[in-house]
């Protein structure tokens, strides 16, 4: 087994400035960066533990309402791997997406697909021994938002990937093998390498998935070195 450290390869990851994705104009720092030490509390806590989560953590389909979601049941698995491809146990993994017609339970949320009564948008699991994990969720709709006359975002989740406490957190986002609005969409647009953003396809996993009830996906998330995954608020790398 290597152990061996990689550089990143800054090339990767987006230009924290990227004007076709009009928000990060007003959020890419135009400052030198400030280092500001961790404090005690940052470092020590808060932790968690396979007791915080329930048993219908990771099942969006029913942990709103307790009855079924509307839309495609898909799962959504894979693992957690160090640059090195060893696994990372015991991380905490949280995800929230839009409903299967593209809107989220959020009060901005002003789109005119329907809310779905049963459907709550986020979930969350921990990795096991060998770093995997597993959710169930319906595939979330696409939909427009307020960047250019008509920009639309292609279907997506969001997850969050915590270590041993919640102080290290770190942010990105899958999307889905053939998704046709790939190439329209501003946001992973910003992304300048084609493979870096293959990373964050998951493709269609069909001996995962089950027959006459879910399509699954896999999707792999490594935290550092030269192919890393791209994290949204580690543009730096991990």
Same mark, same amino acid.
């Given at each position: 087994?290597?152990?061996?450290?990689? #550089?990143?390869?800054?090339?990767?990851?987006?230009? %924290? !400035?990227?004007?076709?994705?009009?928000?990060? +104009?007003?959020? &890419?720092?135009?400052?030198?960066?400030?280092?500001?030490? &961790?404090?005690?509390?940052?470092?020590?806590?808060?932790?968690?533990?396979?007791?915080?989560? @329930?048993? $219908?953590?990771?099942?969006?389909?029913?942990?709103?309402?307790?009855? %079924?979601?509307?839309?495609?049941?898909?799962?959504?698995?894979?693992? +957690? /791997?160090?640059?090195?491809?060893?696994?990372?146990? @015991?991380?905490?993994?949280?995800?929230? #997406?839009?409903n299967a017609g593209g809107r989220? =339970?959020?009060?901005?949320?002003?789109? !005119?697909?329907?809310?779905?009564?049963?459907?709550?948008?986020?979930?969350?699991?921990?990795?096991?021994?060998?770093?995997?994990?597993?959710?169930?969720?319906?595939?979330?709709?696409?939909?427009? *938002?307020?960047?250019?006359?008509?920009?639309? =975002? /292609?279907?997506?989740?969001?997850?969050?990937? *915590?270590?041993?406490? $919640?102080?290290? =957190?770190?942010?990105?986002? /899958?999307? *889905?093998? @053939?998704?046709? !609005?790939?190439?329209?969409?501003?946001?992973? #647009?910003?992304?300048?390498?084609?493979?870096?953003?293959? =990373?964050?396809?998951?493709?269609?996993? $069909?001996?995962a998935s089950i027959p006459l009830?879910?399509?699954?996906?896999? *999707?792999?998330?490594?935290?550092?070195?030269?192919?890393?995954?791209?994290?949204?608020?580690? /543009?730096?790398? %991990?």
């Amino acid at each position: 087994m290597s152990w061996d450290y990689y #550089q990143r390869d800054r090339r990767w990851h987006p230009p %924290a !400035l990227t004007p076709d994705y009009k928000t990060s +104009v007003a959020r &890419s720092p135009r400052l030198p960066l400030l280092s500001v030490e &961790s404090s005690l509390s940052e470092i020590t806590g808060p932790t968690f533990s396979h007791t915080s989560l @329930g048993d $219908l953590d990771n099942d969006l389909i029913h942990n709103y309402t307790g009855e %079924a979601a509307i839309g495609e049941r898909t799962i959504v698995h894979g693992h +957690v /791997m160090d640059e090195n491809g060893r696994p990372v146990r @015991g991380a905490l993994l949280e995800v929230w #997406q839009a409903n299967a017609g593209g809107r989220y =339970r959020h009060v901005k949320d002003g789109y !005119l697909a329907p809310l779905d009564p049963n459907f709550g948008g986020c979930g969350r699991c921990l990795t096991d021994d060998e770093g995997g994990y597993v959710f169930r969720t319906v595939k979330p709709g696409a939909y427009p *938002f307020r960047n250019s006359a008509n920009s639309w =975002r /292609m279907a997506h989740i969001h997850f969050s990937i *915590f270590g041993a406490g $919640l102080a290290q =957190r770190l942010i990105t986002q /899958m999307y *889905f093998e @053939g998704d046709p !609005l790939r190439a329209q969409d501003p946001i992973a #647009q910003t992304i300048p390498d084609a493979a870096a953003l293959d =990373r964050l396809v998951a493709p269609l996993d $069909l001996n995962a998935s089950i027959p006459l009830d879910s399509l699954a996906y896999r *999707f792999d998330i490594v935290l550092r070195g030269s192919r890393q995954t791209l994290f949204e608020n580690k /543009m730096e790398g %991990a």
